[in-house]
């Protein structure tokens, strides 16, 4: 097989993949504009004959979104900000103090990413009681997700630093720079592509959060969007539409972010995988 015919079979591969992938997200907002009746159809119809926009309006007014999603911005945003205000020099020590046991212990903290939340939740839970952290329930939640994503976010930061040559920060402190301000004004500039990828990979996951913010944010005005969407839930829940334009207001957003800064992501990614 020619290398011409193997590109076009691996790009074949990669859009029937894709299709796949996203076919439900497709669904969503089909599923979104159809009429309780258009829902249930058999055959079920790839595209909505009458589409209801309407539902849109009702849905962002009954169940008042824009405190949910004001609650999720509050609580995603506090967390990559604790996360970054920390992060960041444990990563740079970590890029720049480089041992065996450094890596050892690197890799111990990743293993507990496979946690799930669920698991977690309960000690946390008892923790933040004893301690009075339940008192201040979204500050609770932001400190339960950055426990948890802190060590996803200083091992791609870490790595960021770490293609970063300390040859620079020499000549900068030969310059008459202390280390600090070497690090301010040489190492952070042409780390800032990475660090702001791992923001926002951070930003999206705690924007998602439910199990924590379920569990110790008990009034409905500091919900976050999760836990609103978890409201329509029940027995006897009919009102698919309506759940899936929820969704697609909840979950839009996201995604934009996510696709006008694809190849910025992909880029922060990789930066230190090359050196």
Known sequence: MSDTSRNRLMLVIAILLAIVYLFPLYWM???????????????PRLLPSDPQWATYGDVWAS????RYLWNS??????????IAALGVGCAY???RYRSGWV??????????????ASLMITPIFVGFSQVGLLDFPRFAVILAI???????????VRATFMSVPIELEEAAMVDG????????RIVLPLARNGILVSAILIFMQAFGEFVYSKSMIQAAELQPASVGLNSFMGPNTTEWNKIMAYATIYVTPILAIFVLLQRR???????????
């Not at 890596?103 to 799930?116: K, M, R, S």
């Not at 720079?177 to 301010?184: M, V």
């Open 73 to 82: 911005l509050v609580i995603a945003t506090g967390s990559v900000a604790l």
């Open 29 to 43: 907002y089909v599923t979104s504009l159809k009429t309780g009746s258009a829902m249930f159809a058999t055959p």
């Open 146 to 156: 950055a426990a948890k994503s802190m060590p996803f976010f200083v091992v791609l």
């Open 103 to 116: 890596d050892a212990g690197l890799f111990l903290i990743l293993l507990l990413q496979v946690l799930p």
């Open 63 to 66: 169940r008042n979104m824009a």
């Open 93 to 95: 020590v970590l890029a």
């Open 265 to 275: 992501i992909v880029s922060g990614l990789t930066s230190g995988a090359l050196k």
């Open 177 to 184: 720079n202390s280390r600090i301000g070497a690090f301010f």
